[in-house]
Each structure stands twice: as structure tokens, then as C-alpha cells.
């Protein structure tokens, strides 16, 4: 059976939408990023995780509670906490614009950020 003009038309569809998510993720991974801390909304510390060569190690203590959070090229991740669930530390290495980690005994967020401030990354992402 040859295939008819409208299934060559939607393989062709298929290809170019799955190259573009392919390269558009393949851009996302090279842009410069950064991790913010924030404690009751307020942005306490920020590191860019772009080019970092050395792990950083910041501890936050609110509360009565303490996060210890690691920075390392280009992730970023709640160590250890010495709250009772330790959510914010199973929410593991945060890469990507938008992903965050949360402790509400230390009101407490992780959140990695696009240099550029792009919004569409953490949306796409």
C-alpha cells in the first residue's frame, strides 16, 4: 500500500515539532542559571550555578530549624534539615529554571532561576 499525501504531511509534522523540542531543550541546558534562597519571601542569598567550580554550602537556620543547602555547577540541592519531614531534602538536585524546594518549618525556598530572567524556561522546562 503507498502511503497517501496526508500521512507523509503528518510525519513530516512530527519530525520538525520533535526537532524543535530537541534543540529548545538542547539550548535551555546552556543558559546561565542561578539558585535563590528565599525566607519569608525575602531573597536572603543568590549563586549562579553557571561556570561554578567549587561547591558551595549555605545553612539557614529559622525558627528553631536549620536547611543546609549545597550549590554546584549548575545544580542545586537541600543537603540536610532538621525538621521532622525533610520534604525540601527529597526534592533532590534542582537544574532547571523554575524547580524549587520548600520547607515551610523554616519558610524556606530554593528556587533556580534564568540569568536572563526568562520566564518561558520554567514554564517549557
Known sequence: MCPKIGDIL??????????????ASFGASSQDISAVIYVD??????????????PISITVSENGFENTV????????VESATCPDKTCVHSGWLTKPGQSAV???????????????DLLDAVSG
Open 41 to 54: 519571601g525575602v531573597k536572603k542569598h543568590k549563586v549562579s550555578l553557571s561556570g561554578l567550580e567549587m
Open 10 to 23: 503528518i510525519l513530516i509534522a512530527v519530525l520538525l515539532i520533535g526537532g524543535a523540542a530537541f534543540f
Open 103 to 117: 520547607c515551610l518549618k523554616t519558610r524556606m525556598i530554593l528556587r533556580i532561576e534564568s540569568e536572563s530572567g
Open 70 to 77: 549545597i550549590f554546584e555547577n549548575r545544580r542545586a540541592r
